[in-house]
């Protein structure tokens, strides 16, 4: 696969899970690379194990802190040609009458403003690059309806309707913007998704797991790295005709619950 020269990448939430493989896939493919990630524990491993790659801590959801990180990414890389939005929260397991207003509110502030606020200040940087790509990380989430998971599945599905609208403002710089819809993925994260879910249903975690698996024409969770092939490849020249698509790597899921 083909990447434009050596492309200057920067992925939120970078330090585990998704956004790590990420990282790594598009180290190995010869890019460089800055994540920022909340998890301080986690960029010291990271810095352990991957010197090649640069860190900043960052709050996506406090504006000052996106700004002192854009900076340092910035510099560190000497300009941006791709940013990863992955950064997200999961949010409660409740019902919409149960909801906690406060934890509706944290996950909008992550997972949508903490996005614009990123994407905003990137915008001028991939003005400057021959090659600018955007991936947003919406879900599986934001292709249904998502029961006992309001906040997630609503800026999820919010991510969609940015994707679309930064699709078109941004075209004539040549940014190209696309996002990528994951559904059940294989780490502690879906195993968390999943107690919460056992806990509202009444189900073992074993019945949980069964019936997700069921709802897939593929049967086997999603491997972080087959999502990371997938965010290279779209920030590659193969896929220099590709914007403004929602693209699903799921199994083929039939619905979110």
């Known amino acids: 696969m083909t990447l434009s020269s050596t492309q200057r990448v920067l992925v939120t939430a970078g330090a585990g899970g998704i956004g790590l ?3 790594k896939a598009f ?4 890019s460089r690379v800055h994540v920022c990630d909340i ?3 986690a960029l010291q491993r990271l810095r352990s194990e991957h010197p090649g790659i640069g860190t900043s801590r960052c709050d996506i959801a406090e504006r000052d802190s996106v700004q002192r990180m854009m900076a340092e990414a910035v510099a560190a890389l000497g300009g941006l040609d791709v940013l990863v939005n992955n950064a997200g929260i999961a949010g409660p397991a409740a019902s919409v009458a149960d909801m906690d207003p406060q934890a509706w509110e944290a996950v909008l502030r992550v997972n949508l403003t903490g996005t614009f606020t990123v994407t905003q200040l990137a915008i001028p940087h991939l003005k400057q690059s021959d090659s600018g790509a955007i991936l947003v990380m ?3 989430a934001g292709r249904f309806g998502y029961p006992n998971r309001s906040p997630y599945s609503t800026t999820k599905w919010g991510l969609i309707g940015f994707t679309k609208t930064l ?10 913007v696309n996002a990528i819809l994951p559904g059940a993925v294989e780490g502690p994260r879906l195993q968390q998704v999943f107690q919460g879910r056992a806990a509202v249903s009444g189900r073992t975690l074993e019945q949980e797991e069964a019936a ?3 709802n897939q024409s593929i049967q086997h969770f999603v491997d972080p790295a087959d999502i990371a092939a997938l965010a290279v490849f779209l920030a590659s020249d193969a896929a220099r005709s590709i914007s403004g698509q929602m693209i699903p790597i799921d199994g083929d899921s039939q619905s979110a619950s």
């Open 39 to 41: 998890d301080e524990a």
């Open 138 to 140: 919406s879900s599986l």
């Open 167 to 176: 699709s078109r403002e941004l075209g004539e710089f040549g940014i190209r």
């Open 21 to 23: 493989a990420i990282a």
């Open 212 to 214: 997700a698996l069921a």
């Open 27 to 30: 180290a190995a493919a010869g």
